[in-house]
């Protein structure tokens, strides 16, 4: 089946640093790549769409000069999250649709843990 | 906007027990159902994929159900195991590539 892989799993970063998280598509070819960020006990919401060659859709309330993605290949988006404070502590993950994009399954990585210290 | 509900938030059963979680949504006009098992600490796998035009789809003994006009599907344990123990997501997709997502259920099987 799809298998999308995520790095790293956690992080552990000092505030004001940056830090990148990694998605792949391993076995298939991505031109969407969704990125997610979960709180404890709350729904997984949607931060931003990530289109291969061209610029991200982010969501309404989400900062793109904070949360910058890019997605420079069929196969990879990456996320970094940029002078990180405590308030971004999170589970952030990633999912990408392996084929029609109306009617095929999402499939999620395995979700970075970043906290911020 | 679309709302997605899911109960009970939480459900302790002995193994072995069939069980039934509850997912309900606001807006009808979804292109199609997703449930998703997640464990602690890790991302989703996805597990039953039900599309509009579907009433339901089962995996091993899984049975996912979906009633659009109402708003509601329902997934079906059987015969329950402590390996079930995760929380369960239910996501819809309206127009646009992204979910929406319920908070999910907390399940425990107890051995």
């Known amino acids: 089946g799809a298998v999308v892989s995520q790095h790293p799993s956690r992080v552990i970063c000092k505030s004001g640093t940056s830090v990148k998280i990694e998605c792949r598509s391993l076995d298939f070819q991505a031109t969407t790549m969704f990125w997610y960020r979960q709180f404890p006990k709350k729904s997984l919401m949607l931060m931003a769409t990530?289109?291969?060659?061209?610029?991200?859709?982010?969501e309404q309330g989400v900062e793109k000069d904070k949360f910058l993605i890019n997605h420079a290949s069929l196969t990879l988006s990456t996320l970094t999250v940029t002078s990180a404070h405590p308030e971004d502590s999170s589970f952030y993950i990633c999912?990408?649709?392996?084929?029609?994009?109306?009617?095929?399954?999402?499939?999620f990585g395995n979700g970075t843990r970043l906290t911020v210290t | 906007k679309q709302e997605v509900t899911q109960i009970p938030a939480a459900l302790s059963v002995p193994e072995g027990e069939n069980l039934v979680l509850n997912c309900s949504f606001t807006?009808?006009?979804?292109?199609?159902l997703q449930w998703f098992r997640q464990d602690p600490g890790k991302g989703l796998t996805s597990l039953l994929l039900?599309?509009?035009?579907?009433r339901e789809q089962t995996s091993g003994r899984l049975n996912a159900s979906l009633d659009k006009s109402s708003g509601r599907s329902t997934l079906y344990i059987a015969a329950s195991q402590p390996g079930d123990s995760a929380t369960y997501l239910c996501a819809v997709r309206n127009s646009g590539y992204a979910l929406n997502f319920g908070k999910g259920t907390s399940l425990l099987v107890t051995p």
């Open positions: 039900i599309q509009s035009s579907q």
């Open positions: 999912s990408a649709r392996s084929g029609d994009p109306i009617n095929s399954p999402l499939h």
């Open positions: 990530s289109n291969e060659g061209s610029k991200a859709t982010y």
């Open positions: 807006d009808s006009a979804i292109y199609n």
